[in-house]
């Protein structure tokens, strides 16, 4: 008998983090899921994590990997579970981040209150205290406690609009939306990682039913080594926003059912100081205010 949660978790060379996470999954008081542990291609003791939990709870957990042990991204990681997925929902967890208990049980409740919801998430506790840190709580999305409609959270919603986005570790899917939007970008590999999500995300606002929820499901543990910290660092935030924006206007082209009038002129928008180089410098300043966004 299939669960009705599949928990997908993607990992490449976590082994710091990796234990944490899959046992904040394990300790969850609604038990009718299973573990995908998805590696993309680690080369340090991460795989030897993942199986000693298969070897514990084979019914349960399942351990996936490319074909030869290849890395392929994030984004390639996060479809072979979907793939693999045998649940109704889908919910994931990145190695380096930590469910709380309630999580699991709060959010399939949700589903079944508003059957038209396709996607959901919370409020984020941005974790720094577990290297001493100060931690902040981020409501999600820009209203919450009520399905959204499409279009309406990609105008609201970073990075064509104002209000936080989700985190990844956040979200549940069902399935079969997450098959119908053809699952993550593959092309977002290297730095462009940092956008995965948002072409992901971007595709679910652009026709799905979405819920942001004012309870707080998940601590997302901010550290140096994080994909977020590395681009920032490298000051390649620009070159990737920008890739995100006309990948976004690509997709759009091709779909002129999605065409609504509203996205149409926010990416003009946005793709504005990309399109007139004098405008470069607002665009810094936008990006500054970003970060600080990010990082708060």
Same mark, same amino acid.
């Given at each position: !008998?299939?669960?009705?949660?599949?928990v /997908?978790?993607?990992?490449?060379? *976590?082994a710091?983090?990796?234990?944490d996470a899959?046992e904040?999954?394990l300790?969850?008081?609604?038990?009718?899921?299973e =573990?995908?542990? /998805?590696?993309?291609g680690?080369?340090?003791?991460?795989?030897?994590?993942?199986?000693?939990?298969?070897?514990?709870?084979?019914? &349960?957990?399942?351990?996936?990997q490319?074909? +030869?042990?290849?890395n392929?991204?994030?984004?390639?990681?996060?479809?072979?579970?979907?793939?693999?997925?045998?649940?109704?929902?889908?919910a994931f967890?990145?190695?380096?981040?930590r469910?709380?208990?309630?999580? =699991?049980a709060?959010?399939?409740?949700l589903?079944? +209150?508003?059957?038209?919801?396709?996607?959901? +998430?919370?409020?984020?506790?941005? $974790?720094?205290? $577990?290297?001493g840190?100060?931690?902040?709580?981020?409501p999600?999305?820009? /209203? &919450?406690?009520?399905?959204?409609k499409?279009?309406?959270?990609?105008?609201? #919603?970073?990075?064509?609009g104002?209000?936080?986005?989700? %985190?990844?570790?956040?979200l !549940?899917?069902?399935?079969?939306?997450? /098959?119908?939007?053809?699952?993550?970008?593959?092309?977002?590999?290297?730095?462009?990682?940092?956008y995965?999500?948002?072409?992901? =995300?971007?595709?679910?606002?652009?026709?799905?039913?979405?819920y942001?929820d004012?309870? %707080? $499901?998940?601590?997302?543990?901010?550290?140096?080594?994080? +994909?977020?910290?590395?681009v920032?660092?490298?000051g390649?935030?620009d070159?990737?926003?920008?890739?995100?924006?006309?990948?976004?206007? *690509?997709?759009?082209?091709e779909?002129p059912? =999605?065409?609504?009038?509203?996205? @149409?002129?926010?990416l003009?928008?946005?793709l @504005?100081?990309?399109?007139y180089?004098? #405008?470069?410098q607002?665009?810094?300043?936008?990006?500054?205010?970003? &970060?600080?966004?990010?990082?708060?």
């Open positions: !008998m299939n669960s009705r949660v599949s /997908v978790t993607i990992f490449y060379n *976590a710091e983090f990796l234990g899959i904040s999954v300790g969850q008081g609604y038990r009718d899921f =573990l995908l542990l /998805v590696d993309d680690s080369t340090d003791a991460s795989a030897e994590i993942a199986l000693a939990h298969v070897q514990g709870e084979s019914d &349960r957990i399942r351990y996936l490319h074909p +030869c042990g290849e392929r991204g994030a984004a390639a990681a996060r479809n072979l579970g979907i793939r693999e997925a045998r649940g109704e929902l889908i967890i990145d190695a380096d981040d469910w709380r208990p309630g999580k =699991l709060e959010q399939v409740t589903f079944d +209150c508003f059957p038209e919801v396709e996607a959901s +998430c919370g409020t984020v506790n941005y $974790w720094r205290s $577990w290297a840190g100060e931690d902040e709580l981020v999600t999305g820009h /209203v &919450r406690n009520t399905p959204i499409a279009p309406e959270a990609i105008l609201a #919603l970073y990075p064509l104002k209000s936080a986005a989700p %985190c990844p570790s956040d !549940m899917i069902r399935r079969t939306t997450a /098959v119908a939007i053809g699952g993550f970008e593959e092309g977002f590999t290297g730095a462009l990682q940092l995965e999500d948002q072409a992901f =995300l971007a595709k679910l606002y652009l026709e799905g039913t979405v942001f004012e309870r %707080c $499901w998940l601590d997302y543990r901010r550290h140096d080594a994080s +994909c977020v910290a590395t920032s660092k490298d390649r935030y070159e990737v926003r920008r890739h995100f924006l006309e990948w976004l206007q *690509a997709y759009l082209a779909r059912d =999605l065409q609504h009038p509203g996205v @149409i002129g926010a003009n928008r946005a @504005i100081p990309y399109r180089p004098r #405008l470069r607002p665009l810094r300043a936008a990006g500054k205010l970003v &970060r600080k966004i990010t990082r708060s």
